[in-house]
């Protein structure tokens, strides 16, 4: 699986006025637009090829990615109304899907291993895996191979989705064109209808997740994602060559890691 599918089409409503003239995506968190290290973090582990599901001021997407040979990716775009619900969106795109991709909102950021992620998924055989973190008054329940999804949070609820699912495109699309309204749904309609067939997993990850769903966790975000001053303190030949004796490390570039103890 080399491709992922990243919804950003819609209006930020709660982030006004900052989204006044610019996707939430395109929100500027350390420094480049958000979208921008969501990128970068799958490009790290394998993805190659993205699809941006574009709506509000998707212009503003398309010029400053281009096709994404300046990223060392490929970006193909599919635009479409800032007032589509997301089901529509993905359906809208349905003829650049792979078979096999990676779902992604465009204001979640979250430390997920897709190789995990993707093994649970094809040992599963679930339509959708979705990446979870504990939290109280969640949408999803325990368990793995088949969990239990709301549109609402519960009490009864420990996890909450964010993003980053597996989803079969085939059978996905099935059980979208098959509820009421398709396919101007919300893609948690289809989400809720996996469940209830028994064909939707789960991965919990750790760590949390950072949003920037709100000014609160944007700025949350951007305290997060900002560089950061880093005091090493180590014993040479640890995570560094150690030099020879009565020799020190003086510059950085005499620094030189070893490559199998860090990870």
Known sequence: MDQAVVL??????????ITDSIPKAMVDVAGRPFLATLIEQLGEQGIERFVFCTGYRGDCVSKYFDDGSRFGTEIAYSNGSALWPTGRRIYEARSLLDQRFLLMYSDNFAMVKLATLVNQHLESGATATLSTVRKHGGNVSDGGHSVAYSRHRSEVLPRVEVGYMIVERDPMLSTMTGLPLAPDVDFAD?????????????????GGYQSISDPARLELSRTFMSP???????RDGTINEKPKQGEYVARQEDFKLIDQNVD
């Open 228 to 234: 950061k001053r880093l005091l090493l303190i180590d």
């Open 190 to 206: 289809v989400l809720v209808a996996l469940s209830d067939s028994g064909s939707l997993g789960a991965v919990q990850i750790h």
């Open 8 to 17: 950003c089409g819609g209006r930020g409503e709660r982030l006004r006025p």
